[in-house]
């Protein structure tokens, strides 16, 4: 990294997000290890230092680093104002390191995913003009290190496993996060309870494969019973999956646990055998749907969402047309669907047949059709009937609120107040969202 000239050290700061909720959550407990070190949080624009906590999963998402870096970097060429000192954070400081300041040299900090703790020590290291980049894994958890979770909206993230050994070969995953990796027991639920206390009503436990977590014996579904016997929590959820982990014991929780909503977000990718197995997936599509057969029966309203790629190497008409058919069949409440983007280091960005970018868009237009399509039954299909809202914030209308139903579909209302679980009417519904009848709003 060059060595810049000493500056003052920053009193305030933004962190800007990109990606996934495991980003999400690892923003917001950077935000709160710089506000322990009695920083402020403060705008883009204001702030002395502005943390990009990056996401490498997609060219696209990688790249918007840098045009975000370059918009910092004119703030420090604008009459009278200086430049924020700019750290970069996430996957992308992972994957590329040093790389990116010899790229972009306005960058003055670059901290890996699993060495966030240590921010402080690099903020320092900057302000002296000294190196600051750490892209250890180091083996000492960096949760061990971060300070206790405070002020908490309705609903929070709390991740429970990091990483991934799956190794699909379209995934950069396994190279920026890691080997698969449990946080304990004892951490987990004193996080959950911290969270409680500080207002959360809902959490939702995140892992790379949330639902390989495993300590001690114990599965995933005992930490779901656990934090189920919280009086002040009221909603339980978890993501993302594997097919490969459902393990027997959550399938029955999503039956036996009433605070685990019925949302499951299980990513497929593919509905051709061929491409599942070009991917490393491990699963197929029949055995797919054996498993979606096998949660329903457990929890006959669950709403399953998941991922799909278009456009792997390789993917023919065919092939395309085996992931409609899989679509169809499975009936989706949401799902995502992207263009196969070749990542560097992984074996599918060196696979012969790679799929045109025309035909990739078009694949990628006729999927996100369908799954619209479904997305709008699945909403149609709560219209007249009640359910429990989660009012999580307000609407951009005055007096208007804004809440999760159990299915993860945002529901708008007129009243309440943001924390509350109110029981509503669905009186509209609309193709990414609901409207509720504030009649009945009553506090559940
Ligand atoms: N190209 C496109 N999509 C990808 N995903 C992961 N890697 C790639 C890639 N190289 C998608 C998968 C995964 C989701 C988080 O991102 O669908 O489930
Ligand atoms: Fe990536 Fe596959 Fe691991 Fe998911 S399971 S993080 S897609 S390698």
Redesign the pocket.
């Known amino acids: 990294m060059i060595a810049k000239p000493a500056r003052p050290l920053p009193k305030s700061f933004h962190v800007k997000s990109f990606g996934?909720q495991m980003n999400a959550y690892d923003g917001a407990r950077m935000g709160e290890l710089l506000e322990s070190q009695g920083m402020v949080a403060a705008e883009a624009d204001d702030a002395d230092l502005v943390l990009l906590n990056t996401c490498h999963?997609?060219e696209r998402a990688a790249e918007k680093v840098y045009s975000d870096i370059g918009r910092l970097a004119k703030r420090g060429r604008e009459a009278g104002r200086d430049k924020p000192m700019i750290a970069v954070a996430g996957c992308v400081a992972q994957a590329e390191g040093a790389e990116i300041s010899r790229r972009a040299p306005a960058v003055d900090v670059v901290v890996g995913p699993q060495a966030y703790h240590r921010l402080p020590e690099l903020i320092a290291r900057a302000a002296t003009g000294g190196e600051a980049l750490d892209t250890d894994m180091p083996a000492v958890s960096k949760f061990d290190a971060l300070p206790k979770r405070r002020r908490q909206g309705p609903s929070a993230f709390l991740t429970v496993q990091e990483g991934c050994d799956k190794f699909?070969t379209?995934?950069?995953?396994p190279y920026t996060r890691g080997a698969e990796i449990s946080r304990p027991w004892g951490q987990i639920i004193d996080e959950a309870k911290a969270l409680v206390d500080a207002g959360a009503r809902e959490i939702t436990l995140l892992g790379q494969n949330v639902n390989a977590w495993a300590h001690d014996g114990r599965g995933l579904h005992d930490v779901i019973e656990e934090l189920a016997k919280m009086p002040a929590l009221a909603r339980i959820r978890y993501m993302?999956s594997h097919p490969n982990d459902m393990a027997d014991g959550l399938i029955a929780a999503h039956r036996d646990i009433e605070k685990l909503m019925p949302f499951l977000h299980l990513?497929v990718?593919s509905g051709s055998d061929r491409i599942l197995k070009a991917m490393n997936r491990s699963h197929n599509a029949a055995s797919y749907l054996r498993l979606i057969d096998r949660v329903r029966a457990a929890r006959p309203d669950i709403g399953v969402s998941g991922?799909?790629?278009v456009g792997f190497p390789g993917e023919s008409d065919a092939d395309f047309e085996e992931t409609l058919s899989l679509v169809r069949a499975i009936g989706h409440a949401f799902a995502?669907s992207?263009?196969?983007?070749?990542?560097p280091g992984?074996p599918?960005a060196s696979m012969a047949e790679q799929v045109p970018a025309a035909l990739m868009d078009e694949r990628l237009q006729r999927l996100q059709a369908l799954i619209a399509e479904q997305q709008y039954a699945f909403n149609r299909a709560t219209l007249g009937k009640s359910c429990a809202v989660l009012i999580e914030r307000d609407g951009k209308l005055p007096g208007q609120k804004l809440g999760k139903s159990p299915w993860l579909q945002s529901v708008l209302l007129d009243g309440g107040a943001i924390g509350d679980l109110v029981e509503v009417e669905i009186i509209q519904a609309g193709p990414n969202s609901l409207q509720g009848s504030a009649k009945i709003l009553a506090a559940a």
Do not use: E, H, L
């Not at 379209?170 to 995953?173: G, N, R």
């Open positions: 996934c999963i997609r699909c379209y995934c950069v995953v993302t990513p990718q991922d799909f790629i995502f992207f263009k196969y983007s070749p990542r992984t599918a």
